[in-house]
């Protein structure tokens, strides 16, 4: 997969992304990125690529011609073009599986008050949101879209089911973890875990994601 992130401000992403899970998902090769500044494709001496909004009211809108330019400087027949908007359906686990088998995703990321909306009607395929609030700018939605996808994509996390045993993944949150020591300040470990019976294990994982779905995200179990 190769990913280009359209934004003004890169280095509120790359550094980001060239570390942890996402630096060995490039040395394997399962993913590669690149930045594409809306600002490099402006025409005039000021390279300008916002202004004020027609009708009225606060905030500057970016203009459409320095992202056209820069969206169909990398746009193929394989690209989808995706704007990271507050306005857009929440990103969720499925979303995240989704995109992981695309070949090449472009993240348009918005600042200011937005885009022109003819860049969406004509260029953008789909409008992705990761939440009910809004961000100064697209780059942090940009990276939290890119993990939970890269991660999906074969070979990059290295052990065999370790995505599948997200939460999420199962339309329930996940069970409770625990490492050693066996115990830690008077708290143990649930005996069942160290017991050595799988089948015992796995109903008590069970048991105890559905009674935390239940409690903390009861909207899952009702979907």
């Not at 088998?101 to 008050?113: A, F, K, N, R, W």
């Amino acid at each position: 997969m190769h990913i280009d992130v359209l934004t003004l401000f890169p280095e509120m992403i790359s550094g980001y992304l060239g570390q942890s899970m996402m630096k060995r998902a490039v040395e394997k090769g399962a993913v590669s990125f690149g930045w594409v500044n809306p600002r490099d494709f402006a025409t005039d001496v000021h390279r300008t690529t916002d202004d004020r909004v027609y009708g009225g009211g606060p905030g500057m809108v970016m203009k459409p011609e320095p992202l056209f330019a820069a969206i169909e400087s990398v746009r193929s027949e394989t690209s989808r073009v995706i704007y990271l908007s507050p306005q857009g359906p929440p990103f969720t686990q499925a979303k995240a599986e989704a995109l992981s088998t695309s070949d090449h995703l472009i993240l348009v990321c918005g600042h200011y008050e937005g885009i022109d909306e003819r860049v969406i009607e004509a260029l953008v395929d789909e409008e992705i949101s990761i939440g009910d609030y809004v961000l100064t700018n697209g780059a942090i939605a940009a990276a939290v879209i890119i993990d939970a996808t890269v991660r999906l994509i074969p070979g990059v996390l290295g052990g065999d089911g370790a995505a599948e045993a997200d939460s999420f993944s199962s339309g329930m949150l996940d069970h409770p973890q625990y490492t050693r020591p066996e115990e830690f300040r008077g708290m143990k470990v649930p005996d069942v875990l160290l017991s050595g019976n799988h089948a015992a294990i796995e109903t008590w994982r069970k048991q105890r994601a559905t009674e935390k779905t239940r409690r903390v995200r009861p909207d899952l179990l009702d979907g």
